[in-house]
């Protein structure tokens, strides 16, 4: 199993960034993917999902900020950010079929599902 995410980095209050999670050695398909986020001293928390049919959900943080999106053809889940703000700075985590998170030796773990390596992004002037 291989989750990859691509397409973090540094950016200004404001501006958007595309975050890309090319997954492989499970069926795609038929698992419903999500986006975590950790910053130091916080909790590991759930920025969007998008189930296997594609329904989707967004904390209330990046509600209306944040859309997520899958290609099943490409095996790909996205996440477009917009309006980016100081507190979105984190290392982000693309996830499959995890039904929560908690941060063990600076990893995300769960019961159950698959992790990327994760990818940071820092929004700041």
């Known amino acids: 199993v291989q989750l990859v995410e691509s397409g973090g980095g540094l950016v200004q209050p404001g501006w958007s960034l595309r975050l890309s999670c090319a997954a492989s050695?499970?069926?795609?398909?038929?698992?419903?993917m999500g986006w975590h986020r950790h910053a130091p001293g916080n909790e590991c928390e759930l920025v969007a999902e998008?189930?296997?049919?594609?329904?989707?959900y967004y904390s209330d943080s990046v509600k209306g900020r944040f859309i997520t999106s899958r290609d099943n053809k490409k095996n790909t889940v996205i996440l477009e950010m917009n309006s980016l703000k100081p507190e979105d700075t984190a290392d982000y985590y693309c996830?499959?079929?995890?039904?929560?998170?908690?941060?063990?030796?600076?990893?995300?773990?769960?019961?159950?599902?698959?992790w990327g390596q994760g990818t940071q992004i820092t929004v700041s002037s």
């Open positions: 996830e499959a079929g995890a039904t929560q998170c908690t941060m063990v030796a600076g990893r995300p773990t769960s019961t159950y599902g698959y």
């Open positions: 998008i189930a296997s049919d594609g329904r989707t």
């Open positions: 050695g499970f069926p795609f398909v038929d698992s419903d």
